[in-house]
């Protein structure tokens, strides 16, 4: 049920992708457009051209080939994975859960310092990379943590914790809710707050200039979520045949999304813009903005928050604790909304504290 995977693109696709991208017809630009328009095209042909001529997928599939990948059916849908063994042989299993426009890439760089106390089990999302696009309907937050507790079972977790930010951080708190058996935890570093109204809370300056900006979030649906969430499978049209296309669609996000300190390379950018592009799951991706309103049962299992500064919107601290049992939460003054790309060292420590302190008091409540 259970086979081992090894990524191998053939280099047809590959020679496609740069015969593509040397064709493209580029639109013009207004003079000093800056950002006023959306992405500035002299940065866009900078990065067209880099992917074409310098970037080296076979270099970056090589190195991802070194990890221990592996694919499964669930539910009828293909999922890929990367599991990682500690060499703790009683360590905690954790599930790490990547978003919207991320990929299981997102983790590279937590992996080692997070498996040296956890083992790690890292899938790409249905509808997303080597999972491979989704063929029917309904694949939505719920239907995917049901797949995840499968999964686990299938590798032999009977107790396990999950990450995830962004999509993964719904995810994983679904998880929590249909396996409260199972799941020990749930880390997150995305965790919208809306305002409640007449709620009787007493907010700082700092929590109100946050809720603030979830207002303007709601109030200004931003405008790729709003096409993805309506027609997906038409924007999915525009994105699987044009490189272009699905390299601004994405960068844009790493652009408004990072902190401006963050220094996520164009090699790991694209390499995770070419496992969209290799996989054609453009539309497939993008139907879980479609599918993901869905209402879910809220968390009932421990919860730990990392909050990051410059994410797109962060969380308020009384108004998450009306909802769900937190137990860990931390505050950085630098990071974005890829922190496992931007702030890895920040981001493994936190889940590192969260869940050992879980394991910790757990035993201490059993000895008692």
Sequence with gaps: MIKPFRIDIPQADLDDLADRLSRTRWP???ADAGWDYGFPLARLKEL???WRTGYDWREH???LNELPHFTTEIDGQNIHFVHVRSTRPDALALILTHGWPGSFL???????PLSRDFHLVIPSIPGYGFSGP??????????IARAWAELMRRLGYERYGAQGGDFGSGISMALGAVAPEQVVGVHVNYLPTRPVPDADIELSETDEA???KVRRLMADRPPYQALQALTPQTIGYALTDSPVGQLVWIAERFAQWTDPRSQISDDRMLTNISLYWLTATAASSARLHHDAPRRIEPCP???????????ITQSVRPLAERLYDIRHWSEFDRGGHFAAMEVPELLAEDIRDFFLT?????HQAATR
């Design 61 to 63: 599939e090589a190195r």
């Design 28 to 30: 013009n630009e207004v």
């Design 210 to 212: 946050r809720l603030d």
């Design 48 to 50: 067209a051209e880099y």
């Design 134 to 143: 989704t063929h029917e309907r309904g694949w939505d937050i719920v239907r």
């Design 301 to 311: 299992v421990p919860m730990g928050v990392a909050v990051f500064a410059h994410d």
């Design 106 to 112: 997102e983790f590279l760089d937590v992996i080692e």
């Design 358 to 362: 879980l394991l910790k008091n757990d």
